[in-house]
């Protein structure tokens, strides 16, 4: 009888690997195509279209471990998946060109045949089945632009695959044979990649972000954090790139006078000259913000008050809730007293520049007190309506209030770090804008608690710096608490609990090793 590893290497290397790898290489040439059509802002690439349609539909509790445990790279991860299946597909497709190849005859036909076919199969039915629409009638490029980039990627893909099955197979009559050692070293080194990418991913899954300054100098020199390292979080793949020369903000539904700005009179508002001008330092932090994490900055925000846009648009005193709408399709709302809160902001600079990219350009809310989720970015329309309004984070299980909870974090110096002599240990205290009036720190575990020092604030609407100078008793193993309580006298809360649904809490700890 043959051993049972036998058959199924028999199995394996009877498989058309070929020309299944033939089919794979010709979509990953079309995919690469629609990718670059995409980027240009002329049409649709798939994989991003199955990731949104997943991100939509997974559990919130879900997403939130991703982002916690990948941050970014969960997206990434994500889309990686998502380009594998869609070279698995057209590899599978392209098993039957034989067949097909029999059937029309001409070389012309088969790839006319591949290139219809294909673009036919996205159009009517993998888009429509991904939330897209028939010929991608729901994706932000439209049916036109969704249409042509699907048909030039589907003649990419006819085109390679035609140069595999008739010029390379040409080339190779009697075909590719793996020899036994070809195939045992094929084997082996697929299993060790297999192997060094689950401990990868295993490894990224338990590291946490930790919001970490190298040290107490540049924690200050930092207070206010540089654009470029200030944390982004988003639903999208690629995010949108708005044109300010076509761009509208759009102040409808419960209002007296619907308004329209383009950007050059947001700006004009935006005028330190102009009295609805808004300047505000505010820190923002996301929802899914672990204890002691690294999804907090700090930013200067200038802009124009949303209270003196709705106003001027006539308000109705029957509007309870102000709802957020994003050039990306993302939604947010708050509650009308937020909006009308002199600190919220439509904000068109960031630490004296125009937002970038990332960061919501040309316009974004800024809602200080509420976690990140609620700042809309690339903002396009905001609209009064009556009754509470559920966004696109909300309708996934998380908090539609969102009141940052207050909280003490240990930035420098990094956890395990080996010390001697005397340390000085500093970090951030943040209560969304209730300010901060105490931050204390345990050297002995929680034991005892001392008083540190803070660091004055332009307003409270900024985290707070501290700082802890602390000369170790004895060698050994310290763990290092840190704790604070708001400027209304309300301590952090030292239950743990995870970020999803209301955000996180519990106390920030490290440990230092005493040499």
Same mark, same amino acid.
């Given at each position: 009888m043959r051993p049972l590893w036998k058959t199924i290497s028999r199995t394996i290397r009877g498989l058309p690997w070929i020309r299944f790898a033939a089919g794979a290489l010709a979509g990953g040439s079309g995919l690469a195509v629609t990718f670059v059509l995409r980027w240009l802002g002329l049409g649709v690439f798939l994989p991003e279209v199955a990731e949104e349609f997943v991100v939509y539909r997974i559990p919130g509790e879900l997403e939130s471990f991703a982002i916690r445990a990948l941050g970014e790279g969960a997206?990434?991860?994500? *889309? +990686?998946?998502? /380009? *594998? +299946?869609?070279? /698995? *597909?057209?590899?599978?497709?392209?098993?039957?060109?034989?067949?097909?190849?029999?059937?029309?005859?001409?070389r012309s036909l088969v790839m006319a045949f591949y290139a219809l076919t294909s673009a036919g199969i996205i159009l009517v039915a993998i888009l429509p089945l991904l939330d897209g629409g028939f010929f991608g009638s729901n994706t932000s490029a439209g049916p036109w632009f969704a249409s042509f980039s699907q048909l030039v990627g589907s003649l990419v893909y006819a085109a390679v695959l035609d140069y595999f099955f008739v010029d390379?197979?040409?080339?190779?009559?009697?075909?590719?044979s793996l020899s036994r050692r070809q195939f045992l070293v094929g084997s082996v080194g697929a299993i060790v990649l297999a192997v060094l990418a689950v401990y990868g991913l295993a490894s990224l899954a338990e590291k946490k972000g930790r919001l970490v300054f190298a040290s107490i100098g540049e924690m200050f020199l930092k207070e206010r954090t540089p654009t470029s390292e200030f944390y982004v979080v988003t639903k999208n793949v690629i995010d949108p790139a708005v044109d300010e020369g076509s761009w509208r903000l759009s102040i409808e539904g419960l209002v007296a006078t619907p308004a329209t700005y383009d950007y050059p009179q947001l700006l004009a508002r935006s005028d330190p000259s102009d009295s609805d001008h808004a300047d505000e330092i505010v820190t923002l932090e996301c929802v899914s913000n672990e204890v002691g994490g690294n999804l907090i900055s700090n930013a200067r925000w200038q802009g124009v008050r949303l209270a003196a846009l709705l106003q001027s648009a006539g308000l109705d005193p029957a509007a309870d809730w102000i709802v957020f709408t994003c050039a990306d399709g993302y939604t947010a709302a708050i509650p009308r007293d937020r909006a009308l809160n002199p600190n919220a902001i439509v904000a068109v600079l960031m630490n004296d520049a125009p937002l970038t990219t990332a960061h919501g350009f040309p316009a974004r809310i800024i809602v200080p007190g509420l976690y990140g989720m609620f700042h809309a970015k690339w903002l396009t329309r905001i609209e009064a309506v009556k009754g509470e309004y559920r966004g696109f984070w909300q309708q996934k299980g998380w908090t539609n209030q969102g009141q940052i909870h207050t909280t003490a974090i240990i930035a420098t110096p990094p956890d395990g770090m080996v010390v001697n002599g005397r340390v000085h240990i500093g970090g951030v205290a943040f209560a969304g804008d209730r300010g901060i009036s105490l931050v204390e720190v345990s050297t002995d575990g929680g034991l005892t608690w001392n008083a540190a020092t803070r660091n004055p604030t332009p307003s409270n609407l900024t985290w707070v710096l501290w700082?802890?100078?602390?000369?170790?008793?004895?060698?050994?193993?310290?763990?290092i608490v840190a704790r604070a309580v708001d400027g209304m006298g309300g301590p952090e809360d030292p239950n743990s609990a995870p970020p999803f649904p209301n955000g996180s809490s519990g106390y920030d700890s490290i440990t230092l090793l005493v040499g």
């Amino acid at each position: 009888m043959r051993p049972l590893w036998k058959t199924i290497s028999r199995t394996i290397r009877g498989l058309p690997w070929i020309r299944f790898a033939a089919g794979a290489l010709a979509g990953g040439s079309g995919l690469a195509v629609t990718f670059v059509l995409r980027w240009l802002g002329l049409g649709v690439f798939l994989p991003e279209v199955a990731e949104e349609f997943v991100v939509y539909r997974i559990p919130g509790e879900l997403e939130s471990f991703a982002i916690r445990a990948l941050g970014e790279g969960a997206k990434v991860l994500g *889309l +990686v998946a998502a /380009v *594998l +299946v869609f070279l /698995v *597909l057209p590899g599978i497709y392209g098993l039957t060109f034989r067949k097909v190849q029999r059937w029309l005859g001409r070389r012309s036909l088969v790839m006319a045949f591949y290139a219809l076919t294909s673009a036919g199969i996205i159009l009517v039915a993998i888009l429509p089945l991904l939330d897209g629409g028939f010929f991608g009638s729901n994706t932000s490029a439209g049916p036109w632009f969704a249409s042509f980039s699907q048909l030039v990627g589907s003649l990419v893909y006819a085109a390679v695959l035609d140069y595999f099955f008739v010029d390379v197979s040409a080339r190779y009559p009697e075909g590719f044979s793996l020899s036994r050692r070809q195939f045992l070293v094929g084997s082996v080194g697929a299993i060790v990649l297999a192997v060094l990418a689950v401990y990868g991913l295993a490894s990224l899954a338990e590291k946490k972000g930790r919001l970490v300054f190298a040290s107490i100098g540049e924690m200050f020199l930092k207070e206010r954090t540089p654009t470029s390292e200030f944390y982004v979080v988003t639903k999208n793949v690629i995010d949108p790139a708005v044109d300010e020369g076509s761009w509208r903000l759009s102040i409808e539904g419960l209002v007296a006078t619907p308004a329209t700005y383009d950007y050059p009179q947001l700006l004009a508002r935006s005028d330190p000259s102009d009295s609805d001008h808004a300047d505000e330092i505010v820190t923002l932090e996301c929802v899914s913000n672990e204890v002691g994490g690294n999804l907090i900055s700090n930013a200067r925000w200038q802009g124009v008050r949303l209270a003196a846009l709705l106003q001027s648009a006539g308000l109705d005193p029957a509007a309870d809730w102000i709802v957020f709408t994003c050039a990306d399709g993302y939604t947010a709302a708050i509650p009308r007293d937020r909006a009308l809160n002199p600190n919220a902001i439509v904000a068109v600079l960031m630490n004296d520049a125009p937002l970038t990219t990332a960061h919501g350009f040309p316009a974004r809310i800024i809602v200080p007190g509420l976690y990140g989720m609620f700042h809309a970015k690339w903002l396009t329309r905001i609209e009064a309506v009556k009754g509470e309004y559920r966004g696109f984070w909300q309708q996934k299980g998380w908090t539609n209030q969102g009141q940052i909870h207050t909280t003490a974090i240990i930035a420098t110096p990094p956890d395990g770090m080996v010390v001697n002599g005397r340390v000085h240990i500093g970090g951030v205290a943040f209560a969304g804008d209730r300010g901060i009036s105490l931050v204390e720190v345990s050297t002995d575990g929680g034991l005892t608690w001392n008083a540190a020092t803070r660091n004055p604030t332009p307003s409270n609407l900024t985290w707070v710096l501290w700082t802890y100078d602390w000369t170790p008793s004895r060698s050994g193993s310290f763990r290092i608490v840190a704790r604070a309580v708001d400027g209304m006298g309300g301590p952090e809360d030292p239950n743990s609990a995870p970020p999803f649904p209301n955000g996180s809490s519990g106390y920030d700890s490290i440990t230092l090793l005493v040499g």
